[in-house]
């Protein structure tokens, strides 16, 4: 497999698993020492460390009902990046997101995650 074809692997099965809530395949596709972090300050804020901890965010986005629509992957010469537009309602919060998820790789998985987002506020709010 090229460098260019691991890259999109691992965004196909990061939506793969995300989608599917396939939290082993998940877990499947990170080191031992990777770590994902997100701005904020709200119930899915700072680091999760590990593929465990990894795992448990996701559960826990995917568990507000988080619609994750992939708009584009996008590749560095070693990376790879998700844009996504996340959407969601909740009680009287509302989720309309777009953002940049992107990983780190190492040896063909994912070492490091950190997401970028147009609306920081509107998260808090939705995640509070």
């Known amino acids: 497999m090229t460098a260019e074809q691991v890259k999109q692997d691992v965004a196909a099965t990061f939506m793969k698993a995300l989608g599917g809530k396939d939290w082993s395949l998940l877990r499947d596709l990170?080191?031992?020492?990777?770590?994902w972090t997100l701005p904020g300050d709200n119930r899915i804020s700072g680091t999760a460390t590990g593929p465990a901890g990894v795992a448990e965010r996701a559960e826990l986005i995917s568990s507000f009902g988080v619609n994750f629509a992939l708009l584009h992957v996008l590749v560095?010469?070693?990376?790879?990046?998700?844009?996504?537009?996340?959407?969601?309602?909740?009680?009287d919060?509302?989720?309309?997101?777009?953002?940049?998820?992107?990983?780190?790789?190492?040896?063909?998985?994912?070492?490091?995650?950190?997401?970028?987002?147009?609306?920081?506020?509107?998260?808090?709010?939705f995640f509070a």
């Open 76 to 91: 560095s010469r070693d990376n790879v990046a998700l844009n996504l537009h996340n959407t969601a309602t909740r009680d």
């Open 93 to 125: 919060a509302v989720l309309d997101e777009h953002l940049a998820t992107v990983f780190t790789l190492r040896d063909g998985k994912v070492a490091r995650i950190e997401t970028f987002l147009s609306d920081v506020d509107g998260m808090n709010r």
């Open 30 to 35: 990170m080191t031992e020492d990777v770590t």
